[in-house]
C-alpha cells in the first residue's frame, strides 16, 4: 500500500519527532497528489525521512492528525481495532457493575484523535471529530462493536469541532439496538439518568466523577448541613453529591430549564430531605443579584462550560472566570468552600490560578488552595499532548 506523502518545511519535524499528535498548515512544505479529507497521508521531514502517518484535512488549520508514529504501523482495520480495544481494557477497573460508566476513548491522549466514547452500561456513545476518524467511521464502529457487553453505539457528532475539519454534524443509532429514552448511571453511588439523544455532548460529564466526590466528602467531613450553591449545575451532578453528603440546602442554577428539571429529579431521587431551590437564568447576572439580596453559602460550585474557544477568546474567557469567581467569593461565609473549574484547553492550570487569586483579591477576602482538582483516570492526558489537559479546578477555603 502507498499513501500520498506530506513533505514538512525545514526544520519543521520538531514537534513530531516529540510525539505530538498535530501537524499544523504552516509545517507542512509540498503535499503529493490531492488528498482527500481524512485520508491517510505520510509524513516526512524536509529530508524524506519517515515521520508518521496521520490523517489530512485540508481546510483545518490542524493540517493532519497524527494515527502512528511507527513505519511498520499503519492506521489499518488491525490499528484501529488494537487501539480501541487497549483504551477499553485500560478502562476496565473503572466499569464494575451494570450501570457503571466510563470514558472509553479520550481522543488524541489514547491515539486516536478525534475520537471520543463514552460507555454508560450496554451503550457507547461516540463522538467522531476529525476527519481522520470520519473517515474510518465503520472500522470504529466495528471495533466498539466487539467489546464485551455493548448492545449500542450511538453517535453524537454534534460539536462545533466537526466544523473546523469541514464536517457536517451527525447524530443517531449506529449499530445495536435503539437506545432506551433514559440510561441509568452509576457513579460511586450516585445514581442518574441520561439521555444519550439530547442531553449535552454525550449525555452526562463523566470528567467531573471524582470532584463530584471531593464535594460529597467535604459536605460529610464539614457537617452541620452546609448550604451549597451549584452553579452551572447542569443535570446536578454536584448537586447529587451534595445531597448525598448532608447539605443542609441546596442552590441549583443553570440557563437551562431542562438541565434544571432534571437536575431536580436527580436530587429528589435521593433519600434527601433538605431544602432545594432552583434559579433558571444566566449565572454572570443571578450571582450577582444573590450577593446584592445578601445571600451567604457554605459551598460554591462553579462549573461553567467552555469560555475560550480559540486563543483570540482566551482573553475575553479569564475576564469571565474573573467575573463570576469574584462574586463566589464575595458569597462565601467565613470558613466557606469555593469549587472552581475550567474546562477551555486554552486556559492553562496557571493561568486559571492567577485568575482565581485575582478574584479572591479583589473580594478582599484571603484563600487558601486546598486541592488541585482535574478529570479522573479515564480522562487520560498524554505527555506529548498538553493540550489535552483541558479540565482543570481548584477547591479553595476562604477565611
Ligand atoms: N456541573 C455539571 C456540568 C456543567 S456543563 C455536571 O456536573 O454535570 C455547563 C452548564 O452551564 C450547562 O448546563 C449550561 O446550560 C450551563 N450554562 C451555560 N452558560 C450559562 C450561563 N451563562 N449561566 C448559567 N448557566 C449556563
Known amino acids: 500500500m502507498t499513501w500520498p506523502a506530506v513533505r514538512l518545511a525545514r526544520g519543521r519535524e520538531s514537534s513530531a519527532v516529540r510525539r505530538h499528535p498535530w501537524i499544523f498548515s504552516g509545517a507542512v512544505n509540498r503535499v503529493e497528489g490531492d488528498p482527500d479529507l481524512g485520508e491517510t497521508v505520510l509524513v516526512q521531514a524536509a529530508d524524506g525521512r519517515f515521520l508518521a502517518y496521520g490523517a489530512y484535512s485540508p481546510s483545518s488549520q490542524i493540517r493532519i492528525r497524527v494515527w502512528s508514529f511507527e513505519e511498520d504501523r499503519p492506521p489499518d482495520a488491525d490499528f484501529l481495532r488494537r487501539r480501541i480495544a487497549k483504551a477499553a481494557a485500560r478502562r476496565r ?47 470504529i464502529v466495528a471495533a466498539f462493536a466487539e467489546l464485551d457487553g455493548v448492545r449500542t453505539i450511538y453517535e453524537r457528532s454534534d460539536t462545533e469541532a466537526r466544523s473546523k475539519e469541514g464536517l457536517e454534524a451527525r447524530t443517531g443509532l449506529l449499530w445495536g439496538e435503539e437506545p432506551a429514552e433514559e440510561i441509568i448511571l452509576e457513579e460511586c453511588g450516585r445514581r442518574f439518568s441520561v439521555d ?9 460529564y463523566l470528567d ?23 452553579a452551572f449545575c447542569y443535570s446536578g451532578g454536584f448537586s447529587v453529591a451534595a445531597a448525598v453528603g448532608g447539605a443542609g440546602r441546596l442552590t441549583q442554577l443553570d440557563a437551562s430549564e431542562a438541565a434544571l428539571t432534571l437536575a431536580r429529579r436527580h436530587v429528589e431521587a435521593t433519600e434527601w430531605a433538605g431544602q432545594l431551590e432552583q434559579i433558571h437564568g444566566n449565572a454572570f447576572g443571578e450571582l450577582r443579584r444573590l450577593r446584592s439580596e445578601g445571600r451567604l453559602l457554605d459551598m460554591v460550585v462553579l462549573d461553567p462550560p467552555k469560555f475560550a474557544e480559540s486563543k483570540a477568546r482566551v482573553e475575553r474567557a479569564s475576564r469571565g472566570y474573573k467575573d463570576i469567581n469574584l462574586l463566589a467569593f464575595q458569597l462565601l461565609r467565613p470558613g466557606g468552600h469555593l469549587l472552581t473549574f475550567s474546562c477551555s484547553g486554552r486556559v492553562g492550570v496557571e493561568l486559571f490560578g492567577k485568575i482565581v487569586a485575582s478574584a479572591a483579591a479583589d473580594a478582599r477576602r484571603d484563600a487558601q488552595v486546598l486541592a488541585q482538582l482535574g478529570p479522573g483516570r479515564d480522562h487520560p492526558v498524554s505527555l506529548a499532548f498538553p493540550e489535552g489537559a483541558y479540565l482543570k479546578g481548584l477547591l479553595c477555603r476562604v477565611d
Open 93 to 139: 477497573p473503572l466499569l464494575q457493575g451494570p450501570d457503571a460508566a466510563a470514558r472509553l476513548v479520550h481522543g488524541e491522549s489514547d491515539g486516536l484523535p478525534g475520537l471520543i466514547a463514552d460507555r454508560f452500561g450496554s451503550l457507547v456513545v461516540v463522538q467522531l471529530l476529525s476527519a481522520g476518524a470520519e473517515r474510518h467511521r465503520e472500522l
Open 196 to 204: 444519550c439523544r439530547a442531553g449535552h455532548k454525550t449525555g452526562f
Open 208 to 230: 467531573q466523577r471524582a470532584n463530584r466526590t471531593v464535594l460529597e466528602d467535604l459536605v460529610r467531613t464539614v457537617g452541620d448541613g452546609p448550604e451549597v450553591l451549584d
